[in-house]
């Protein structure tokens, strides 16, 4: 198949580029439309209790997430003087009127006290919208003229405005992270291949693949949503493995060429490239599917943040093994021996591979004491990975912004200085049989509210209670006899007698729901705070349902619908790969090794983000705000990405050595002579890899900083410790049990394999 797809490429060629040239401006007209289509969020699980409970509350009272926060601030004075009385129910009476506002919630509406500063200098108005998230943001945008309330000042704060803080940030990022990494890996390039040809095709390539991942995460917005967070990701696995993919290629087709490596003399252009697709094009290819099949297990979890990551990344990573095995075949052919013109002056003839240089040395030393040098390496990778087991799980919120970021200041203003954590609510959503302002279901609701007050009383473990807001609070210092007879009141007395009460009770009841909010004096992830969600899911009260919702309520759906689904990502991803990886090596001892490699390097990496951003470490060097806290799902994605990729230079080297085992039946000289071929190239492709990776990691968002940089340094430890010396060591020590299979997997193999390659 792969000697076909060779032959066609060269034969092809001017048609292949032709056809390249007219896609290229269609796929950049759709790269450029993709941010709008993007989504924020995506973390949400639809049958958790959390999404239930927000979903009731929303239909039922239309009391949302606080989307937008109007931070208003009396310069002087306080804000409940008249003008500011007057100057706030304007700003109310025009928003309100916007189609985009479903509810508005405010101190001057109902009175409630965590809704003000003790000093009545600042309160605020909690605004709920409608919409997709790109609706959401150009709603703030329209509505922030409108929320003015001079002689009071405002600042916009909010949900909304964080994501779409997030959205701009990420936007700037990817740029940034384009400028930064492209010119390093173009003069990189240039010093690997010691020519400009050379260096200009996997330059061409990287920048192609990243207007592909752009324009197909771009068509994917039209089939399913896409997360904001997926730009970044995508775009590094297309940049990085394109420029990758392209290396080995294209120093393949030099050395079949005779440029830097032996080879059989007048094969000729077309047979170069036929060779060239037929060896290393059949690893790319492959390479690209364990990618591929790495991101497989994404799919078994819910949310549409994780969902993006594994169709935008599967979609790209095929799209690179299709540039490379089509577009970078027909550009060498091309080219063909000028593919290594424009050479430096100053570095000479160089060799694709050098069987008695230092790789062969190398691979040479550690065979002769493979089990010294295999603890040499397990010791302090494990050590590195220890770090882990202090995972604190949580997922992003305001902190996540720039420090001057508008939103920030406004959130951080409302965290400070108001009672509570009031970005951070427990939402109690409880639902009666009948309407809940009945006069029996009052009863129940009482009962309820007062399990909620004393629900950490006797309790260490839990977070007592800063504020219950609810009904049942609407009045201070009255009796509950009278709080029943007041909200039992009807509708119409109400609306002729007393509209505030009335106000307040639309904001915390309708139909058979009724919303408790508790408002905690600590952050939401902590342990005492997640009991109190425990606790409160706990109670079994008769004639009422209690559904708790909120970021902490969120956060534990989350952990919980992760350690379920986590054993079927992992058992899908491996399976799949072992299968991947005997029908290209024909053996089962083989696979099991390079997971068990994969792991070492994914493990020391999860300890590295724990040891350095959750812990704080290096804040001032790598320019982020510590939040003492980890991404819920950056382990997650880092698996599924990096044991991809570890996967990637696996196949890639192994190929080499099987060629090699091929010809002499020799497993320590395979071994030596695959390390002395790839060795070098290898460590060149991760040190670009790095570089990509790397740049995002320069993001102003710590969630995209530590996965960037995480996943750089398991690419680093797997490029270099693992396949320099635990690869060589690990396969001295196997033998000939390397190549081992039963013989019904053996016969199958040499049936339905990939592995043979004429010689």
């Not at 792969?2 to 290229?24: E, M, N, Q, W």
């Not at 409608?130 to 309330?149: N, W």
């Not at 013109?341 to 000479?348: H, I, K, T, V």
């Not at 609701?445 to 004393?454: G, M």
Request: glycine share 8%; hydrophobic share 50%; with cysteine.
């Amino acid at each position: 198949m792969f000697k076909a797809i060779g032959h066609f490429s060269y034969r092809r060629r001017f048609a292949i580029l032709v056809v390249y040239a007219v896609l290229t401006p269609l796929l950049v007209a759709a790269a450029a439309t993709v941010f709008p289509k993007l989504k924020a969020g995506g973390f949400e699980v639809h049958t958790s209790e959390s999404w239930i409970a927000s979903q009731t509350l929303e239909q039922e009272i239309k009391s949302g997430g606080a989307d937008v926060l109007a931070l208003w601030t009396a310069p002087s004075g306080t804000v409940d003087d008249i003008e500011s009385y007057s100057a706030a129910f304007e700003a109310i009476s025009r928003v309100e009127k916007d189609p985009s506002v479903v509810s508005h919630v405010s101190w001057y509406e109902t009175g409630a006290p965590q809704l003000i500063t003790k000093d009545k200098t600042r309160t605020f108005l909690m605004l709920t919208l409608r919409g997709a998230d790109h609706e959401k943001f150009e709603a703030v945008k329209r509505l922030e003229p409108l929320l003015q309330a001079p002689p009071m000042t405002t600042q916009i704060g909010g949900v909304v405005p964080v994501a779409s803080g997030v959205e701009r940030i990420i936007r700037a990022d990817l740029i940034r992270a384009e400028a930064v990494a492209l010119p390093i890996t173009a003069v990189m390039l240039f010093f690997i291949f010691g020519s400009g040809a050379s260096a200009s095709l996997p330059l061409l390539l990287g920048i192609l693949s990243l207007v592909l991942s752009l324009a197909g995460l771009r068509a994917l917005t039209e089939l399913s949503p896409v997360s904001v967070f997926a730009v970044n990701i995508v775009s590094l696995l297309g940049l990085g493995l394109a420029i990758d993919y392209s290396l080995f290629l294209v120093n393949r087709f030099r050395e079949e060429l005779e440029v830097g490596g032996p080879t059989a003399q007048g094969d000729g252009v077309e047979a170069a490239i036929v060779r060239t697709v037929e060896t290393t094009g059949r690893a790319v290819a492959f390479s690209g599917f364990t990618v591929a099949a790495s991101l497989l297990g994404l799919f078994f979890f819910p949310q549409m943040f994780l969902r993006s990551m594994a169709k935008g990344g599967i979609l790209v990573v095929l799209g690179c093994v299709v540039l490379s095995l089509t577009l970078l075949p027909a550009l060498m052919a091309v080219m063909g021996k000028h593919v290594d013109a424009w050479r430096l002056p100053f570095m000479g003839p160089r060799k694709a591979f050098d069987t008695a240089g230092f790789w062969h040395r190398l691979a040479t030393a550690v065979m002769r004491r493979p089990v010294v040098v295999a603890v040499g390496v397990l010791v302090p990778m494990i050590l590195l990975g220890v770090p882990f087991q202090r995972f604190d799980p949580a997922f992003p919120d305001y902190r996540i912004l720039p420090h001057d970021d508008a939103a920030f200041v406004a959130n951080e203003i409302l965290d400070r200085e108001f009672d509570g954590d009031q970005l951070t609510p427990i939402d109690v959503a409880v639902t009666v049989q009948g309407l809940a302002l009945s006069r029996e279901n009052l009863e129940h609701l009482w009962v309820v509210s007062e399990h909620l007050v004393h629900v950490a009383d006797g309790r260490p473990d839990l977070a007592p209670p800063k504020i219950v807001s609810g009904l049942f609070t609407l009045i201070p210092g009255v009796s509950k006899e009278q709080l029943i007879n007041k909200l039992s009141t009807p509708r119409e007395v109400l609306e002729r007698d007393d509209k505030t009460t009335l106000m307040g009770i639309d904001a915390f009841a309708a139909g058979s729901t009724m919303r408790f909010a508790i408002l905690l004096d600590m952050q939401y992830n902590k342990p005492q705070s997640l009991a109190v969600v425990h606790a409160i899911r706990d109670l079994e009260l008769p004639g009422v349902d209690i559904k708790v919702g909120g970021p902490g309520a969120y956060l534990i759906d989350l952990q919980d619908i992760l350690v379920a689904k986590a054993p079927w990502m992992l058992g899908t991803v491996i399976l799949v790969m072992f299968v991947v990886l005997f029908l290209v090596f024909g053996s089962v001892t083989l696979p099991i090794k390079a997971m068990l490699m994969n792991a070492l390097s994914i493990s020391a990496s999860f300890g590295a983000i724990v040891w350095v951003f959750q812990d704080g470490r290096f804040a001032e060097i790598l320019h982020y705000t510590p939040l003492y806290i980890s991404d819920a799902v950056a382990p997650l994605l880092m698996f599924c990405i990096v044991f991809g990729l570890s996967m990637d230079y696996e196949v890639l080297i192994l190929s080499r050595i099987q060629e090699e085992y091929k010809k002499t039946g020799n497993n320590d000289q395979a071994v030596a002579a695959g390390l002395a071929k790839t060795g070098k190239l290898i460590t060149s492709a991760a040190l670009l890899l790095v570089v990509v990776i790397g740049a995002f990691g320069t993001s102003h968002i710590v969630f995209m900083k530590s996965l960037g940089l995480g996943m750089a340094l398991a690419v680093l430890l797997d490029a270099t410790v693992i396949r320099a010396l635990l690869v060589p060591a690990a396969m001295k020590l196997m033998g000939r049990w390397n190549w081992w299979a039963p013989a019904p997997l053996a016969r199958l193999w040499k049936k339905f394999g990939f592995g043979d390659v004429e010689h």
